[in-house]
């Protein structure tokens, strides 16, 4: 048995998330339906760096599967891609260690949130962005943003807080940015909560449309009540970026 190592990227739209869940269209069950169809097998189960909600895309998900076949990784790339719906496909697929997991042997795993906050939202746009008819201050935002760098206790950002052994987590950097109309919030960290950068990213936007001054992160940092925190954001909005092993 080979493990084998994939690099997956998808726009989340249409499907109901990462995890497989009975009566839903999901990545994995798709993946895991293309590799079966070019391998032969009965049952692939597949491990990826991080599950992903309804809605949000990925550009460099990463997965791993065991597996008894023995086609070259570019050769699996091409027959799985050839078994996958439009919108989902395998970018890289390489040889990895027995024991190598895709989830829990992550050191960082980058996010990107956007904002499109033309006054005129773009239905281009609509699927792969949050758009609230609001400008923002982006620079406003990045200042607040900044109080977050670093190891902290961030329930208040986590959506049903416990859910986790623990709320600690290290975010080695986060940045605000703007291209023309689309404000950027990434966020890398070496491990993320549940919904924690759609939570950043309404507590952001709270601020950029100047609802609440840039000191109000700080406070809710220290408070650590998600209820003090911004909204979760749209999920449209945010795109696994890629995972660091």
């Known amino acids: 048995m080979r493990n084998l190592k994939l690099t997956v990227r998808y726009d989340g739209t249409d499907f109901f998330g990462w995890q497989t869940q009975p009566g839903f269209r999901t990545v994995q069950e798709s993946l895991e339906a293309a590799i079966a169809a070019i391998t032969g ?5 597949v491990n990826c760096a991080g599950r992903t909600d309804s809605g949000v895309h990925a550009y460099g998900q990463v997965c791993n599967f065991y597996t008894p076949t023995r086609l070259e990784p570019a050769t699996l790339v091409k027959a799985i891609n050839s078994q996958l719906p439009e919108d989902v496909a395998v970018t890289d ?9 895709a989830n829990k042997d992550a050191i960082a795993k980058r996010y990107r949130y956007v904002i499109n906050d033309t006054r005129i939202p773009d239905p281009f746009l609509r699927k792969y962005s949050y758009q609230p008819r609001r400008n923002v ?56 909560l549940y919904n924690m950068v759609r939570a950043i990213a309404g507590t952001l936007y709270q601020i950029g449309r100047g609802y609440w001054p840039e000191a109000k992160m700080k406070e809710i940092l220290e408070g650590m009540d998600r209820r003090e925190a911004g909204p979760t954001a749209p999920p449209q909005g945010l795109f696994m970026l890629w995972v660091k092993y």
């Open 41 to 45: 097998e009965k049952r692939v189960r």
């Open 137 to 192: 201050d982006h620079e406003a935002m990045h200042r607040a943003a900044q109080v977050l760098r670093g190891r902290h206790d961030f329930r208040c950002f986590e959506t049903e807080w416990p859910n986790r052994m623990t709320s600690i987590r290290t975010i080695q950097d986060i940045a605000v940015t703007r291209q023309g109309e689309a404000v950027y919030i990434e966020v890398q960290a070496d491990g993320f």
């Open 93 to 101: 697929c390489e040889v990895a260690g027995q024991a190598f997991c």
